[in-house]
Antibody
Framework: EVQLMETGGGLVQPGGSLRLSCVASRFTFTSYWMCWVRQVPGKGLVWVSRINPDGSFTSYADSVKGRFTISRDNAKNTLYLQMNSLRAEDTAVYYC????????????WGQGILVTVSS | EVVMTQSPATLSVSPGERATLSCRAS??????LAWYQQKPGQAPRLLIY???TRVTGIPARFSGSGSGTEFTLTISSLQSEDFALYFCQQYNHWPTYTFGQGTKLEIK
């Protein structure tokens, strides 16, 4: 079964930093466009960032641009999200997700990891 | 940014009946529209893509239709495991993928 496993979440103070990791298994990670999507508990889904298969192209939602950095290590089948200058409004469950290309939906999802920004 | 609007926010239906969920895009997304199901404490699961194509293993009682700006997810003869939260998502205007706010399908 296809699997994505996120780690690195937790409680952080406003202004702090956190790095999420997502390890992929049982699918061709190196061919997938990978994203981070977040969800405030009980609310909707919001796309955060995207990276192409070789890591040369990244995109960000305006709400995180300049603060978050997405990256990947294809040798380790791992996706990352470096989150800096965290704000209370960044509190959410973060999902690592993947799709086969530009005009493809997200057919692979991690189980999600909670990030709480609070003093 | 393409805004996706789902209706209704909550839909109460009895088991065995049909449920019809709607999703509207603020501009055309062609057929690049997906439906996801999310149960409490779980990640969303892809049900339908390209507006009407079921993912392998998804029961035939789930069907999608529409193109452009108007889309529908129909679940015929609701089973107990179908009561969940449903999201639509456009992937036509990437990389800014956008989701609807969700429809909660609850037991009547």
């Amino acid at each position: 079964e296809v699997q994505l496993m996120e780690t690195g979440g937790g409680l952080v103070q406003p202004g702090g930093s956190l790095r999420l990791s997502c390890v992929a298994s049982r699918f061709t990670f190196t061919s997938y466009w990978m994203c981070w999507v977040r969800q405030v508990p009980g609310k909707g889904l919001v796309w955060v960032s995207r990276i192409n298969p070789d890591g040369s192209f990244t995109s960000y939602a305006d709400s995180v641009k300049g603060r978050f950095t997405i990256s990947r290590d294809n040798a380790k089948n791992t996706l990352y999200l470096q989150m800096n200058s965290l704000r209370a409004e960044d509190t959410a469950v973060y999902y690592c997700v993947g799709g086969s290309g530009n005009y493809y939906p997200f057919d692979v999802w991690g189980q999600g990891i909670l990030v709480t920004v609070s003093s | 940014e393409v805004v996706m609007t789902q209706s209704p926010a909550t839909l109460s239906v009895s088991p065995g009946e049909r449920a019809t969920l709607s999703c509207r895009a603020s501009q055309s997304v062609s057929i690049n529209l997906a439906w996801y199901q999310q149960k409490p404490g779980q990640a969303p699961r892809l049900l339908i893509y390209d507006a009407s194509t079921r993912v392998t293993g998804i029961p035939a009682r789930f069907s999608g239709s529409g193109s452009g700006t108007e889309f529908t997810l129909t679940i015929s003869s609701l089973q107990s495991e179908d009561f969940a939260l449903y999201f639509c998502q456009q992937y036509n205007h990437w990389p800014t993928y956008t989701f609807g706010q969700g429809t909660k399908l609850e037991i009547k």
